[in-house]
Nanobody, 126 residues
């Protein structure tokens, strides 16, 4: 079982940067694919980025070239560096973890992740 705790959210002006972190419990963190999802008011939770157990990275088109996901298996953490933030990036951001077997190394489908953090709010003002 994995417990996830996000941090690093806040209020930032458009064009600014924030770095989100997700601390995971458990001794098998390195076996998990880690994902970041976000949910704006009145909208469904959507995929933002993921990093596989092999450190391959994947991004939603809306954040590609602006956000960077990374992991530190020694510290059981995954981070999301967010640059050039836009008002439409405003949302609650959630960290998720799942072990994927076989040929799949990650998923963009939130229903395929078992473990979730409580979320951290990111607000981008125009």
């Amino acid at each position: 079982q994995v417990q996830l705790v996000e941090s690093g959210g806040g209020l930032v002006q458009a064009g600014g940067s924030l770095r989100l972190s997700c601390a995971a419990s458990g001794r098998t963190f390195s076996n998990y694919a880690m994902g970041w999802f976000r949910q704006a008011p009145g909208k469904e939770r959507e995929f933002v980025a993921a990093i596989s157990r092999y450190a391959s990275t994947f991004y939603a088109d809306s954040v590609k070239d602006r956000f960077t996901i990374s992991r530190d298996n020694a510290k059981n953490t995954v981070s999301l560096q967010m640059n050039s933030l836009k008002p439409e990036d405003t949302a609650a951001y959630y960290c998720a973890a799942q072990i994927f077997d076989g040929f799949r190394v990650y998923s963009r489908n939130r229903f395929e992740y078992t473990y979730w953090g409580q979320g951290t709010q990111v607000t981008v003002s125009s």
